[in-house]
């Protein structure tokens, strides 16, 4: 367990408005991830991290920007959500050799 | 850019084998395995590393043919735990781009 937390864990939110996830790590690992799960798309990587305000895009970044200015909390930010944006969310972290992620429990994000 | 998983989906009795096959377009330098029970989080089962060496679940096994830039997961005399959702991932030597095939649902039945 890499004491991962994410939060909220289920939110409503309304067209247009923006919207903020966080995921919260305690064992100071470098690599950070943000997914989405959508059913018949698996995981599909939206950013990741690899270190404090170093970030990279993934497959999915359009209309999601994040942020690290602390090793332990990578945030992502849906600047105006949309309707297309409902799905779960998993933040992981990367251990520190490489050979083992741990994900958080995930947050319920739905966009009426 | 995603890894190719097949089949989509399989259904087993108790004590049957699978095999869960991935495949990507890039050269890799190692393939995780995770399983994701129904709304939880995945949890990790194995890595194979570019060399041979292989670290994991003690009755999950795995091959990995780097010329190929496939990985098969063997799930021999499946138990009703193993039912869930297998997905293989890859990333960069170290850690970046970390991305996930699309799945393969497995359900094992009585």
């Known amino acids: 367990d890499a004491g991962i937390t994410q939060s909220p864990r289920h939110k409503v939110t309304e067209t247009g408005t923006p919207v903020t996830l966080r995921c919260h790590q305690t064992?100071?690992?470098?690599?950070m991830y943000w997914y989405r799960q959508d059913p018949g798309h698996g995981l599909r990587l939206i950013h990741y991290?690899?270190?404090?305000?170093?970030?990279d895009k993934g497959e999915v970044s359009d209309g999601y920007s994040v942020s690290r200015s602390k090793t332990e909390d990578f945030l992502l930010t849906l600047e105006s959500a949309t309707s297309s944006q409902t799905s779960v969310y998993f933040c992981?972290?990367?251990?520190?050799?490489?050979?083992?992620?741990?994900f958080g429990q995930g947050t319920r994000l739905t966009v009426v | 850019q995603q890894p190719v998983q097949s089949p989509q989906a399989v259904i087993l009795r108790e004590g049957e084998d699978a095999v869960i096959n991935c495949s990507s377009s890039k050269a890799l330098y190692s393939v995780h395995w995770y399983r994701q029970k129904h709304g939880e989080a995945p949890v990790f089962l194995m890595i194979?590393?570019?060399?041979?060496e292989q670290k994991g679940h003690e009755k999950i096994s795995a091959s990995f043919n780097e010329k190929k830039q496939q990985s098969s997961l063997y799930l021999t005399a499946s138990q009703l735990s193993y039912s869930g959702t297998y997905f293989c991932g890859t990333a960069g030597y170290y850690g970046q781009n970390f991305v996930f095939g699309p799945g393969t649902r497995l359900s094992v039945l009585p």
């Open positions: 991290s690899y270190g404090v305000k170093d970030t």
């Open positions: 064992e100071n690992h470098r690599y």
């Open positions: 194979l590393l570019k060399g041979g």
């Open positions: 992981a972290v990367l251990d520190r050799v490489g050979t083992e992620a741990f």
